[in-house]
Structure formats: C-alpha cells, structure tokens
C-alpha cells in the first residue's frame, strides 16, 4: 500500500482534503492561516480572545448571567 501524499499547502492527504471539500468545509481559511506566521496567529488568537471577554463581559452586564 502506498503511503498518502500530503497536501502541498497544509500537510493533509488528498483523501482528506478531498473528504473535506465533499463536506462543503472551505479550506482556503486553514491554508490562509497556515500561510501566517506563528506570532501573526498568536496575535489573531489575542484579538479574538479579547474581543469574545468584552462580549461576555457586555451580556453579562445586559442580562444577568453567571460570571466565569
């Protein structure tokens, strides 16, 4: 048995990268963030991370939800 080829972008096999496109998962934001570096995605992460707090934090302060 042959061993899988990866994908040239992201490392996966063709079968899975096949398996996914028959999903109707787009690929392109995996391989757009894969092409980052890890401080760029590092970075991302942060932003988003605040970004989620601040939303918590603003429902929590609209309705009355238990703190985490």
């Known amino acids: 048995?042959?061993?899988?080829?990866?994908?040239?972008?992201?490392?996966?096999?063709?079968?899975?990268?096949?398996e996914a496109r028959r999903y109707g998962v787009d690929?392109?934001?995996?391989v757009a963030n894969l092409n980052r570096t890890v401080l760029e995605r590092i970075r991302n992460h942060?932003?988003?991370?605040?970004?989620?707090?601040?939303?918590?934090?603003a429902?929590?302060?609209t309705i009355s939800l238990p703190d985490r």
């Not at 490392?11 to 899975?16: M, N, V």
């Open 27 to 30: 690929m392109s934001g995996v």
């Open 1 to 18: 048995m042959e061993p899988a080829r990866e994908h040239s972008d992201t490392g996966a096999s063709p079968d899975a990268w096949e």
């Open 59 to 61: 429902m929590a302060n």
């Open 46 to 57: 942060d932003r988003a991370l605040t970004l989620t707090l601040a939303l918590r934090q």
